[in-house]
């Protein structure tokens, strides 16, 4: 059964540091997430892509994100400068359309800020 | 904001009983919903979904109930297994793409 894998599983960095979370949406999708669980908190939304655009983003996802497709298979999540804040589990989903559509979550990979 | 919300943090269960998760959601303009499951340290898998035009819909073992007079969701397990124990989230969307998660419920199956 096609899956939405990510890597790696676990990154620790120091604060300031670059980090760029990688992900592998289901191959026939067309619309990737990113979202991310502070430990104990719900799942926040931080951004959709569509066609090399952002389609929607959210108001955790400021100018120390950036997402990028530099594939065709890949779909990257960076952040910049980090912060103790940014720890967190940061998950990728894909879905094949956009409306009332399933998507699909891979198993996450979980960011430590020190 | 707009936001969902779960009423019961745990939920414990006998083995073989059947289980009732609900979600409250506040966006009258969410047209479509989902449960997803979530084991410690892996991603939300999917169960099972529903659109705003429907009010019941069946899956294996699952089903989910939508009352949107009340903005009112429900999950039903039936014959909870020891490998149902989990945090089940209802997520909801308006028209587009961004889900907007529930708190979560932890289901806690005692055999």
């Known amino acids: 059964e096609p899956e939405v894998t990510q890597t790696p599983s676990h990154q620790v960095t120091q604060m300031g540091q670059e980090v760029i979370l990688r992900c592998v949406p289901i191959?026939?999708?067309?619309?990737f997430y990113w979202y991310r669980q502070i430990l104990g908190q719900k799942v926040e939304f931080l951004v959709s892509?569509?066609?090399?655009?952002?389609?929607?983003k959210s108001e955790i996802f400021d100018d120390q994100f950036s997402v990028e497709r530099p594939d065709g298979s890949n779909f990257t999540l960076k952040i910049r400068s980090t912060k103790l804040e940014d720890s967190a589990m940061y998950f990728c989903?894909?879905?094949?359309?956009?409306?009332?559509?399933?998507?699909?979550f891979g198993p996450g990979t979980r960011l430590l800020v020190l | 904001g707009e936001s969902v919300g779960l009423h019961l943090p745990t939920l414990s269960v006998q083995e073989g009983d059947n289980s009732i998760i609900n979600c409250a959601y506040s966006?009258?303009?969410?047209?479509?919903f989902i449960w997803y499951k979530q084991e410690s340290g892996k991603g939300p898998q999917f169960i099972i979904d529903?659109?705003?035009?429907?009010d019941k819909r069946q899956g294996q073992r699952v089903t989910v109930l939508l009352n949107k007079t009340v903005k009112h969701l429900s999950l039903q397990i039936a014959a909870t297994q020891p490998g149902d124990s989990a945090v089940y989230f209802c997520?909801?969307?308006?028209?587009?793409?961004?889900?907007?998660f529930g708190a979560g419920t932890i289901l806690r199956v005692k055999s």
């Open positions: 989903a894909s879905s094949e359309r956009i409306y009332q559509e399933t998507q699909y």
């Open positions: 191959s026939n999708h067309l619309y």
């Open positions: 892509f569509y066609n090399n655009e952002i389609s929607e």
């Open positions: 966006n009258s303009a969410s047209d479509y």
């Open positions: 529903i659109r705003s035009n429907m």
């Open positions: 997520a909801e969307a308006e028209y587009g793409n961004k889900l907007v």
